[in-house]
Nanobody, 124 residues
Framework: QVQLVESGGGLVQAGGSLRLSCAASTRTFSSYVMGWFRQAPGKEREFVAAMNWRETTTSYADSVKGRFTISRDNAKNTVYLQMNSLKPEDTALYYC?????????????????WGQGTQVTVSS
């Protein structure tokens, strides 16, 4: 069982930045691919970014490429999402997720463990 706790969300103006953090309670953090997803009101949860444990492979949704950066600190059992040049359409509840294995996937169903989410609101 892996528990994930997100933090760092908030209200920011368009063009601003936020850094989300996700702390994982597991002794085998390096065994998991870590991902970020988001869900806006009335929409399905969508993939944002993911990274393998070696930090050698990352994947980003086209809508965030060049603006968001995923990183992880395996010593701290934490994954981060640096979000720059935020847009109103980035407004959503952001979830951290963990997928046991080494292959980075964008598929929501591959991720077994999920956090409760942290709200990001971008005003225009």
């Amino acid at each position: 069982q892996v528990q994930l706790v997100e933090s760092g969300g908030g209200l920011v103006q368009a063009g601003g930045s936020l850094r989300l953090s996700c702390a994982a309670s597991t002794r085998t953090f390096s065994s998991y691919v870590m991902g970020w997803f988001r869900q806006a009101p009335g929409k399905e949860r969508e993939f944002v970014a993911a990274m393998n444990w070696r930090e050698t492979t990352t994947s980003y949704a086209d809508s965030v490429k060049g603006r968001f950066t995923i990183s992880r600190d395996n010593a701290k059992n934490t994954v981060y999402l640096q979000m720059n040049s935020l847009k109103p359409e980035d407004t959503a509840l952001y979830y951290c997720a963990a997928d046991y294995g080494v292959v980075v996937t964008t598929t929501r169903g591959s991720y077994k463990y999920w956090g409760q989410g942290t709200q990001v609101t971008v005003s225009s």
